[in-house]
């Protein structure tokens, strides 16, 4: 068991999920909706954060290089 079961982007991703659909039902509460209302909201609010998390978080360079440098500056071509 060297490996954990979520990468850190993985567990930032959801977590970001998480805190936006926790706010958005917090919010619907206190607006005086009800419970269910306030859940329906806070689900829809966590599914919707998710693609945008995902995008706005890059990935993890691989190749060693950086995200924003160009494939053929390291090889020598650029």
Known sequence: MDRSLLTVRTA???LLAVLAGTAVGVLSVLAGEGT???VLSALAAAGLSLPLAHRMIAPEPS???????PAGRRDGHG
């Not at 190749?63 to 440098?69: A, L, Y």
Request: with cysteine; net charge positive; hydrophobic share 40%.
């Open 36 to 38: 269910a209302r306030a």
């Open 12 to 14: 930032l991703v959801l």
């Open 63 to 69: 190749g060693g290089r950086c995200p924003g440098e």
